[in-house]
């Protein structure tokens, strides 16, 4: 994630799952985590957009025991300032993919953090941006359904 090639950085954003697939909990928690951080704020769009489209796959392939903590603590701070990212490619990407978070969160966590997160998508200038969070609203129907 430290290479000058923005290139090389936008192949590890997109293989990442698989590699967090490979190595197993210990070196996700202590090594990807970070690594995919640092993706999600990389100075090239190109490589958001691309670790932005991972976001749900990456976060449901986190070891069980310390998903929520991870995402919460480490991940969802990068996603929130990846709501007002300048590119629309990136918001595009997230928009996708954001709402898979709710069902790996819970109620509680998606009513008071992703919530606001869904809405300011929701009036975001971008009509894909747009429409990407209403093409995948049933993930939130999914948690209030569960959880109520």
């Avoid at 202590?30 to 704020?41: G, H, I, M, R, T």
């Avoid at 008071?112 to 049933?138: A, M, T």
Wanted: a negative charge; hydrophobic letters at 40%.
């Amino acid at each position: 994630t430290e290479d000058k090639s923005w290139r090389v950085r936008y192949v590890v954003a997109d293989k990442l799952v698989e590699l967090q697939k490979a190595v197993g909990s210990e070196i996700t928690k202590n090594d990807l985590v970070p690594a995919y951080c640092s993706l999600l704020k990389d100075p090239e769009a190109e490589v958001r957009a691309a670790a932005a489209s991972k976001l749900k796959d990456f976060c449901n392939s986190l070891p069980v025991d310390t998903r929520e903590q991870i995402i919460m603590s480490q991940i969802l701070p990068c996603v929130k300032d990846m709501v007002g990212d300048m590119n629309q490619h990136v918001k595009s990407a997230l928009a996708s993919v954001i709402m898979g978070l709710s069902p790996l969160l819970g109620k509680d966590n998606t009513l008071e953090h992703l919530l606001p997160l869904f809405l300011s998508q929701l009036k975001d200038d971008y009509p894909e941006v747009r429409l990407n969070i209403i093409s995948n609203l049933d993930c939130i129907n999914e948690v209030c359904l569960f959880w109520c």
